[in-house]
């Protein structure tokens, strides 16, 4: 395996992998013309070649009449940022929202502990970026989460000794701030995200700002993930793939990793597989790594070739946790302790993604109960923007600020929000009072408002 030069990040040492993302597009995609009314469409089959497109437009989860209605009022928006533009219904949502989803990221934040605790500063990659790897195995579920309502929270604690909080502080365009924080690490996330409707998939841009900083040595990390694909989003079974490059960076000391996530080409070949190096401050690589993102990741010292050590063998540094077999929306053991109120702090906060209505009524099976209550909080969620542009007021985030920073990412400038550390002041107060004992949190009504009274102006 030769070293990647991270110096050529997305630039020339790339020009093969965009020649092979070209090969597989066009071996892995058919337009499906025989479909009177779908010209144009492309269904793609991971486990397959072309000469099944036709067969595998007619699976999926939609009904035809769905399929065909919302296809027909898709198509005018092929081409464009569809983040908060499309009413979708519930039929493709999974109960879960939005800043829930970020939260997945800590499931194995035991890896960020021993980064931290580590004293090999290359070791420290491997462990920080095999962390940064493992939420894959939870993005390729197929459900959409429900988009936040401004001012939404989610709190979680009673997971390795971890406080996060999320908050959605814009809605046009929709942004999220997330903070999480333990002994060991700080973790700070600025979140917008970017699209791009292609008729049957949807190309997806992770326009934000990752942060993590590790307490021992005061190293501050920094994540450039790759973009997503999901395929299929109305014809065909519906997969996702995430092909190019990660990189982290220690900002600290200049070293890095970059890893690159191989496309999915023919029947399945390549699909979830990873490659690449840990590069000390002079770009010479260190220890390469290796594995599949839904499986494990594994790593090996090398020369300054890219060729293992000798003397030396691939070791695992992650491994995918047992998920619930057969599981209605693919969760994992993880994905349902989110869900559930046993990762609640005392006294939740009314806002809390936990209290959705139309996600209650979603887990419950109720997809009629879930669609309404969905309406509901948009229009809601429409009226309070309108009384608030009508009072001259502007919308303020309770836990994070936004900084005049602006960061620059691969798809885009982004606005920076800074958690202002008024949560754990919240969470000192509560945690010490006793006023709230014995209350069930599940009757809490979900609040995220602005106003209470629309009617009050």
């Not at 025989?34 to 072309?50: D, K, R, S």
């Not at 519930?90 to 997945?104: D, G, H, N, R, T």
């Not at 996330?189 to 997806?204: E, P, Q, R, W, Y």
Request: net charge negative.
């Amino acid at each position: 395996m030769a070293p990647i030069d991270p110096k050529q990040s997305g630039g020339g040492f790339f020009s093969s992998i965009a020649n092979s993302l070209s090969n597989f597009g066009s071996a892995m995609s058919k337009s499906v013309n025989g479909l009177l009314g779908y010209e144009g469409l492309e269904v793609v089959n991971p486990e397959g070649g072309t000469e099944d497109a036709e067969e595998e437009a007619r699976r999926g989860r939609w009904r035809q009449e769905d399929r065909d209605s919302y296809w027909g009022m898709m198509q005018k928006y092929i081409g464009s940022d569809v983040t908060s533009m499309v009413t979708l219904p519930v039929l493709i949502f999974e109960p879960m929202s939005m800043l829930q989803k970020m939260a997945e990221l800590m499931e194995y934040s035991y890896l960020l502990d021993m980064a931290d605790k580590c004293e090999d500063p290359y070791m420290r990659m491997v462990y920080s970026t095999s962390w940064a790897i493992s939420v894959y195995y939870a993005l390729q579920r197929t459900w959409k989460p429900f988009n936040p309502i401004l001012g939404e929270t989610y709190e979680m604690v009673n997971h390795g000794g971890i406080t996060f909080i999320a908050e959605q502080v814009s809605h046009h365009p929709p942004m999220s701030a997330g903070h999480a924080e333990n002994e060991h690490f700080i973790y700070d996330i600025s979140s917008k995200v970017k699209t791009k409707f292609l008729g049957n998939s949807i190309d997806i841009y992770p326009l934000g700002r990752t942060r993590v900083t590790l307490k021992r040595d005061g190293v501050v990390l920094d994540l450039v993930p790759p973009p997503t694909k999901a395929n299929n989003l109305i014809f065909g079974r519906t997969w996702v793939d995430s092909p190019g490059e990660m990189i982290m960076t220690n900002l600290t000391t200049g070293d890095k990793a970059v890893l690159y996530f191989q496309p999915c080409g023919w029947f399945g070949s390549g699909r979830y597989e990873i490659d690449g190096y840990v590069y000390n401050a002079t770009e010479e690589p260190k220890i390469l790594m290796t594995g599949k993102w839904n499986e494990s990741m594994s790593y090996q010292p090398c020369d300054s070739e890219g060729e293992p050590l000798p003397g030396t063998e691939l070791k695992e540094s992650w491994r995918v946790a047992d998920a619930p077999k057969n599981d209605k929306f693919q969760y994992t053991y993880f994905a349902h302790k989110i869900n559930s109120f046993d990762t609640a702090p005392k006294k939740l906060l009314a806002s809390d993604s936990r209290l959705r209505p139309d996600r209650y009524a979603l887990e419950q099976g109720d997809l009629s109960k879930a669609g309404f209550e969905k309406s509901s909080l948009e229009e809601r969620q429409r009226a309070e923007k309108k009384n608030r542009e009508e009072k001259g007021h502007k919308f303020t985030p309770k836990w994070f600020d936004l900084t005049n920073e602006v960061a620059a990412t691969p798809w885009g400038d982004l606005e920076v929000y800074q958690y202002n550390g008024k949560y754990a002041e919240h969470r000192a107060s509560v945690d010490s009072s006793s006023g709230s004992d014995g209350i069930d949190v599940k009757s809490t009504e979900f609040n995220p408002w602005q106003y209470e009274d629309l009617g009050d102006n």
